[in-house]
């Protein structure tokens, strides 16, 4: 079982436009409501593929109902600590002629560390019957920005291997802990930690200089179109997808936070799992619902999905 946990849950609503146009009166194609938040999502893709996965997460208000609904459709266990206040609610605005994507989202609720504190002690609860741990995402007001961290410490203190996904404070404080995979993507790996080069090639050499001044077991960059550039104790690797006709793109990069921690428990060497992780993420732009995908397109994509080593 992976053990998955959001903190900032949000309901996302994918709406389907041919063109924003400003000051127009714009009419939706369709509209999908789907799970949001990094850790929800990633228990998403585990479930679609077959992988038992239970999500602890944070709720509130009548948007975290619906999202509860939303959630329970696929069909894993939830374990979700209720707070006061109103989940966010995230809108994708996919522009169909434009193949482009933008999102605006509400403000969500507040927490607090008594509800940090009853996450943590659920997490504990959970790990011994977990293979790996996946967490990721903003934190909502209220909650320290070591949250990340300590449960990092919970993780390592069990034997368990634990997989971060989020950006700034929160993971600068989180490296200090060294989780076994910190991910981010390429902005956001500049801003946190000020790591920035060219091409992919000097991205690499950067991440590779970065991970051993800091002593860190891996670190995963995705890229776009690049694909997921990754720096691991067995060298640095490129695993890309052959382009795909793009619905929606969110959850995308959840989707290789649930597959690299899948194969890795399977034994798999880090260019298999980094394989998995494009071709299921390509898999899930196919879908119009965030972090959805299909095992079929994953078979169909794997065998093109490449990966070489820098």
Request: glycine fraction near 10%; proline fraction near 6%.
């Amino acid at each position: 079982m992976i053990l998955t946990v959001t903190a900032n849950s949000a309901l996302d609503k994918v709406i389907f436009i041919e063109e924003f146009i400003p000051t127009t009166d714009m009419r939706s194609r369709w509209m999908v409501e789907s799970v949001g938040g990094k850790g929800f999502d990633t228990s998403v893709v585990l479930k679609s593929m077959g992988i038992d996965t239970l999500a602890l997460g944070i709720m509130a208000g009548f948007t975290g109902k619906q999202l509860e609904r939303v959630l329970e459709r696929y069909g894993f266990p939830l374990d979700l600590v209720w707070v006061d206040g109103e989940t966010r609610v995230a809108n994708v605005i996919v522009e169909t002629l434009h193949y482009r994507q933008s999102h605006v989202t509400s403000p969500g609720y507040p927490a607090s560390e008594v509800a940090a504190a009853e996450l943590s002690r659920r997490f504990c609860a959970h790990l011994p019957g977990a293979s790996w741990a996946v967490a990721g995402g903003s934190l909502p007001e209220g909650i320290r920005p070591d949250f990340y961290a300590r449960l990092i410490e919970l993780a390592n203190q069990a034997g368990k291997p634990f997989l971060l996904d989020c950006a700034g404070e929160p993971m600068r404080l989180a490296a200090a802990a060294r989780p076994a995979v910190m991910k981010m993507n390429r902005s956001e790996l500049g801003q946190t930690f000020g790591v920035r080069a060219g091409g992919v090639e000097e991205l690499a050499a950067a991440i590779r200089d970065f991970r051993a001044a800091r002593d860190l077991p891996a670190l995963v960059v995705t890229c776009g179109k690049d694909g997921l550039l990754a720096s691991t104790p067995e060298g640095e690797f490129l695993a890309a997808s052959p382009p795909q006709e793009e619905i929606n793109s969110a959850g995308a990069g959840d989707a290789a936070s649930a597959a690299i921690p899948w194969r890795l428990s399977l034994g798999e060497p880090w260019p298999e799992a980094l394989r998995w992780g494009a071709a299921v993420s390509a898999a899930v732009v196919l879908t119009p619902g965030t972090a959805d995908c299909s095992p079929a397109d994953v078979a169909r994509i794997l065998p093109d999905t490449r990966v070489r080593r820098l």
